[in-house]
């Protein structure tokens, strides 16, 4: 998996490109919250599912249905007073769908762990895609602040960090250029 903090860095990017005209703390914070909450599925080893399992990591979290489910979720708690199928509804619906895919997104382009099950509960498979520059986080917060954890994000500041600040810093050129 990729970084908690890389996580995060994709999909405050994706909330602020949007540039939805809504409270910008509370968005970012659930945008943030839909790219991290995929990696909860790490609890269930200590109940005995192993990692090939639907419901083990990478699995049903990571899946196109539950970011599907989550988005729907998000956008229907924390946005009751949105039209659902007004413009700014839909528009709520896929930043949250396109935060939490970010997460299987990201993780697919890792070097290691046994890929994503983009495609659970229809079928059990994993994937990877081809291009794999992302080192692979360690699992806990112990192993992560350690050499190898400062390395993975030695990593993503390259290939999440530069990409999303460039997009960042393009997106609000190209508004700002706008407003004149």
């Given at each position: 998996?990729?970084?908690?903090?890389?996580?995060?860095?994709?999909?405050?990017?994706?909330?602020?490109?949007?540039?939805?005209?809504?409270?910008?703390?509370?968005?970012?914070?659930?945008?943030?919250?839909?790219?991290?909450?995929?990696?909860?599925?790490v609890?269930?080893?200590?109940?005995?599912?192993?990692?090939?399992?639907?419901?083990?990591?990478?699995?049903?979290?990571?899946?196109?249905?539950?970011?599907?489910?989550?988005?729907?979720?998000?956008?229907?708690?924390?946005?009751?007073?949105?039209?659902?199928?007004?413009?700014?509804?839909?528009?709520?619906?896929?930043?949250?769908?396109?935060?939490?895919?970010?997460?299987?997104?990201?993780?697919?382009?890792?070097n290691?762990?046994?890929?994503?099950g983009?495609?659970?509960?229809?079928?059990?498979?994993?994937?990877?895609?081809?291009?794999?520059?992302?080192?692979?986080?360690?699992?806990?917060?112990?192993?992560?602040?350690?050499?190898?954890?400062?390395?993975?994000?030695?990593?993503?500041?390259?290939?999440?960090?530069?990409?999303?600040?460039?997009?960042?810093?393009?997106?609000?050129?190209?508004?700002?250029?706008?407003?004149?």
């Open positions: 998996m990729a970084s908690i903090f890389g996580h995060a860095l994709a999909a405050y990017t994706i909330g602020r490109v949007a540039n939805v005209k809504l409270h910008p703390v509370k968005l970012s914070l659930l945008v943030i919250f839909c790219a991290v909450i995929p990696d909860a599925d609890i269930m080893f200590n109940f005995g599912y192993p990692y090939m399992h639907p419901l083990g990591h990478r699995g049903f979290t990571h899946s196109i249905v539950f970011a599907f489910i989550l988005a729907f979720l998000i956008r229907a708690i924390f946005y009751r007073k949105v039209h659902y199928f007004s413009k700014l509804g839909m528009v709520l619906f896929v930043i949250f769908l396109l935060s939490t895919l970010s997460h299987s997104l990201l993780d697919a382009c890792t290691g762990g046994k890929g994503v983009f495609f659970i509960p229809f079928e059990n498979s994993r994937y990877f895609f081809p291009w794999r520059p992302i080192a692979v986080s360690p699992i806990g917060a112990g192993k992560f602040f350690s050499e190898r954890g400062l390395r993975v994000l030695q990593n993503e500041a390259v290939y999440i960090g530069i990409p999303t600040i460039s997009m960042l810093l393009l997106n609000y050129f190209l508004r700002k250029r706008l407003k004149k």
